[in-house]
């Protein structure tokens, strides 16, 4: 493995993050790396802008899938590196740019050293939104190439490099995006009493938000209802017509996330009456929440555990928020955290995981792969 040249990868990669379907510099540059690669047993599709690439087993009885997200995030980067982002506005604050090269090193092993089984390399689009796992299920190219386990990782700022973090059943939570979009009547300043005022009613919805999980869900289950984003008015000396709150719904369980949607209906039905105003409410991308099968994630477990480079930890579940979900919800799997070491977490904009990992991280999974391949 040439750690030197992964790096390299990484770093260009790091340069040109796109969102959601986008992802067309990203698209090219990771064909232009696969098409260099040994072809006697690859055969690559795409679809839209993800690619998939099979490698072809010299005595298959299953197919075993990877898969690696490939979008970034409309941040602008407040990093050190000398290779930050060229694309304004945009940046790998979720470290997607690690988790495709990770997945390049990965396969060109398998390139040169043909496995027994299968073997299924998913660089998927949209994972920051508007979701690109669940579409991709449902093509063709899932009806032809449908892999009987599916494996991803994500990295992990809080855990040392050379760690790894997961646990059987529950690990990411189930997540709906929010928005809420306000409407009532503008005016003069001076003429509050002819208006109706959106920032006043954005605020008071705010603020009634922030008792759905205190005052509705079971303190024994979890919830998160997070507002990231306010806009509203034109002009200091203006009343605003509109509103719109911008934000995050997070539960453990599928019940509350149902209760806390109720919640936020009821609420915005106040609101509309109270000050005389409509209001829409849309849900964005929901992804289901993220469940590593049992057997297979404890055979993982117990593989990594006997791994001398590896430490293990056994994490308690997160409320991130993950479409590799749609994935496990049809095939059997298991998704692990990383430890990338970095002060800074996930979606900071100056997030900076340390590059080592991405060597531990592509050792593992090959030492991996061959072991599931071969037993």
Known sequence: MDVSKLIEVRRALHQIPELGFEEVKTQGFLLEYINQL?????????????????????????????RADIDGL????????????????????????LHMTIALGVLTHFSKAQPKDNLLFIFQPAEEGPGGA?????????KKWRPDQMVALHIAPEYPVGTIATREGLLFANTSELFIDLKGQGGHAAYPHTTRDMIVAG??????????????????????????????????NIIAEKARIEGTIRTLSIESMQKVKQRIEALVKGIEAGFECSATIDY??????????????????????????VD???????????????????????????????????????LEPNEQAIEVAVTHLIDYLHYKSEN
């Open 284 to 309: 964005g991308a929901n992804y289901c929440q993220v469940y590593n099968d049992q057997e297979l994630t404890r055979e993982f477990m117990n593989f990594t555990r006997n791994h001398s480079k």
């Open 38 to 66: 040994p072809q006697t047993h690859l055969e690559i599709k795409t679809w839209k802008t993800g690619i998939v690439v099979k490698v072809q087993g010299s005595d298959p009885v299953r197919m075993i899938g990877y």
């Open 203 to 236: 605020a008071h919805l705010v603020t009634q938000l922030q008792s759905i999980v205190s005052r509705n869900v079971d303190p024994l289950d979890s919830a998160v209802v997070t507002i990231g984003k306010i806009t509203g008015g034109t002009k200091q």
């Open 74 to 97: 409309p941040m602008d980067e407040e990093t050190s590196y000398p290779f930050r982002s060229t694309h304004p506005g945009k940046m790998h604050a979720c470290g997607h740019d």
């Open 312 to 350: 293990l930890i056994e994490c308690t579940e997160a409320m991130t928020g993950e479409d590799f979900g749609y994935f496990l919800e049809e095939i059997p799997g298991f998704m692990f955290w990383l430890g990338v070491n970095s002060p800074y977490g996930l979606h900071d904009n100056r």
């Open 134 to 142: 669940q579409p991709m299920l449902a093509t063709d190219i899932f």
